[in-house]
């Protein structure tokens, strides 16, 4: 991606070329240092918004800037983690549900300290078009941020289908 970048924290690393609609986003994963996974946000874009993305980020990778950020929260959109910390955290508010919410506080971000992998799902109510998917590191702690990460989405006639498997390079 931008090795330039390597070791920022709150950076988002984006992938694209997909154009697939789902109902539910699934993704595995791992970090090879350690039994710990924390991310700040995934993100999904998209070429055309459903609405104006006044408040969102504009820190997409330089070649896809015709892209542009999906709210999640317009979708009803749902976050689950197979694993989760205790209370929230240090925090108390490191909840999967962080995932999906754009921000920079200490908090904003999903943490687990039980597993080197763990499956987090995005559900949807209606079929979303995505044609990106960008992952952002936390805020701290490097050796909490997966290595790689395997994409699945649940199409609307319900198959599942691989996307990408990719090495996260923040
Ligand atoms: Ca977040």
Redesign the pocket.
Known sequence: MHPQFHGQRWHTVAYSGFNVKGTAFKFKFKNDNGGQLQ???IIFYQTQAPQKPASYGTNLVDNHSDLVRINLHDHSARVLATHIVPHGGGTGKEVPA????????AW???YQASSNQSRVTITMKKPIKVEAIGF?SANDCPHRDPDTVEIKYLAPNYSNAVLANHQLNF
Request: aromatic residues 6%; proline residues 0%.
């Open positions: 991310l700040g946000e962080n995932l999906i919410d754009a921000g920079e506080e904003n971000k999903w952002k």
